[in-house]
T-cell receptor
Framework: DAKTTQPPSMDCAEGRAANLPCNHS???????VYWYRQIHSQGPQYIIH???NNETNEMASLIITEDRKSSTLILPHATLRDTAVYYC????????????FGKGTRLSVIA | GAVVSQHPSRVICKSGTSVKIECRSL??????MFWYRQFPKQSLMLMAT?????????EQGVEKDKFLINHASLTLSTLTVTSAHPEDSSFYIC????????????????FGAGSRLTVL
């Protein structure tokens, strides 16, 4: 079973920041937080991952709380092409293990 | 970055026939690939883990004789849906980790674009 809890859906105005929350209260010390997204009828796309420090790349920023029980994915300037289902997944950084997907958050970016 | 290619992207077949889906890792080797299935408006469900040179490991409830997986090389895994029926209609997606890359150190999996199977 997925170890994360996400809101089922969110809306965001185009050009505004999209903040997607994720609860992972049972995360263990060696588990990272990974974010993927799936645009309709496509395979999932990796976005970002982190352990305990905040992370930023060309796609997004990841803010992880100090107790690591929750995190927020931030898309700084959402576009219509960011409309997708976003999945927050906790997983060990080591080992060749699969990703276990929960239901994710369906983000709709509105013009 | 690492790319995983799936073929075909769409396939329609008659009930009772078999369909093969290919998953290739481009420019990298993958000792392990994962196969997922996704029904409409649902999340991805892991079907099996494909291991190069050995038998696949299937998740509970997935029929190994119906979903044949072959991982004959470090760049190719195939999923064959045997005697397909309408209830097998789904979106099948594979994924792999690029061995020896920065992405592999981060344990990032790359996904194919998926294969949509429709069984009439």
């Amino acid at each position: 079973d997925a170890k994360t809890t996400q809101p089922p859906s969110m809306d965001c105005a185009e050009g505004r920041a999209a903040n997607l929350p994720c609860n992972h209260s049972t995360i263990s010390g060696n588990e990272y937080v990974y974010w993927y997204r799936q645009i309709h009828s496509q395979g999932p796309q990796y976005i970002i991952h982190g352990l305990k420090n905040n992370e930023t790349n060309e796609m997004a920023s990841l803010i992880i709380t100090e107790d690591r029980k929750s995190s927020t994915l931030i898309l700084p300037h959402a576009t219509l092409r960011d409309t997708a289902v976003y999945y927050c997944i906790v997983r060990s950084r080591s080992g060749n293990t699969p990703l276990v997907f929960g239901k994710g958050t369906r983000l709709s970016v509105i013009a | 970055g690492a790319v995983v290619s799936q073929h075909p992207s769409r396939v329609i077949c008659k009930s009772g026939t078999s369909v093969k889906i290919e998953c290739r890792s481009l420019d990298f080797q993958a000792t392990t690939m994962f196969w997922y299935r996704q029904f409409p408006k649902q999340s991805l469900m892991l079907m099996a883990t494909s291991n190069e040179g050995s038998k696949a490991t299937y998740e509970q409830g997935v029929e190994k004789d119906k979903f044949l997986i072959n991982h004959a090389s470090l760049t190719l895994s195939t999923l064959t849906v045997t005697s397909a029926h309408p209830e097998d209609s789904s979106f099948y997606i594979c994924s792999a980790r690029s061995e020896g890359s920065a992405a592999s150190g981060a344990n990032v999996l790359t996904f194919g674009a998926g294969s949509r199977l429709t069984v009439l």
